[in-house]
């Protein structure tokens, strides 16, 4: 039984651009979350995505945008990259809303 | 604003006794509380959750919920140097999704 996935590992971007994030979620899980997590510090929520829809945000602006597919795979963009969008992106499945999360190993993402 | 605050650390305790990892929330109303272990470069595991007042134990790990004092623990018995670790308190205040504390780094010494 596959566990969370996602793509790419690691990610180096320039100031200015675009970037896209994949997640597979766990087999049987339907919601999947996405949080940024700083060196040294705890991740923080950016939003939640169930049936094809956010259903939950945190307190980050418009450039970060998501989206779920039918498959409940999803995605998360980050438009304008600054510096401090550097970090370790996570994505979390679990099988409906509030239950336990499980997270994926995290795409290391870092904006030169 | 809801908030969970952990000891950042650094923790250490000897290989074999019992490591006792604290964390206090602001609501009293929160619902479901869970426990992570992040080692160095990697992502989060979950390794305890608990919705209800009163100690669940999982082999060596045992988590200890008081609603009315917002406080959450987790101990590790038989502490082995395998569970050195950044350790996650995280919280659901009831809007489906987690708030983490800054976490505690523990280190057992052989």
């Known amino acids: 039984d596959a566990g969370v996935t996602q793509s790419p590992t690691h990610l180096i971007k320039t100031r200015g651009q675009q970037v896209t994030l994949r997640c597979s979620p766990k087999?049987?899980?339907?919601?999947v979350s996405w949080y940024q997590q700083a060196l040294g510090q705890g991740p923080q929520f950016i939003f939640q995505?169930?049936?094809?829809?956010?259903?939950q945000r945190g307190n980050f602006p418009d450039r970060f945008s998501g989206h779920q597919f039918p498959n409940y795979s999803s995605e998360l963009n980050v438009n304008a990259l600054l510096l401090g969008d550097s970090a370790l992106y996570l994505c979390?499945?679990?099988?409906?809303?509030?239950?336990?999360?499980?997270f994926g190993p995290g795409t290391r993402l870092t904006v030169t | 604003q809801k908030e969970v605050e952990q000891n950042s650390g650094p923790l250490s305790v000897p290989e074999g006794a019992i490591a006792s990892l604290n964390c206090t929330y602001s609501?009293?109303?929160?619902?479901?509380f869970f426990w992570y272990r992040q080692y160095s470069g990697k992502s989060p595991e979950l390794i305890m959750s608990?919705?209800?007042?009163g100690d669940k134990e999982d082999g060596r790990f045992t988590a200890q919920l008081n609603k009315a004092s917002q406080y959450v623990s987790l101990l590790i018995r038989d502490s082995q140097p395998s569970d050195s670790a950044t350790y996650l308190c995280?919280?659901?205040?009831?809007?489906?999704?987690?708030?983490f504390g800054t976490g505690t780094r523990l280190t057992i010494i052989p």
């Open positions: 979390a499945s679990s099988p409906s809303l509030g239950a336990e999360q499980y």
């Open positions: 087999s049987g899980h339907d919601t």
């Open positions: 995505y169930y049936e094809e829809e956010e259903r």
């Open positions: 609501d009293r109303g929160s619902q479901s």
């Open positions: 608990i919705y209800s007042n």
């Open positions: 995280a919280v659901n205040f009831g809007n489906e999704k987690l708030t």
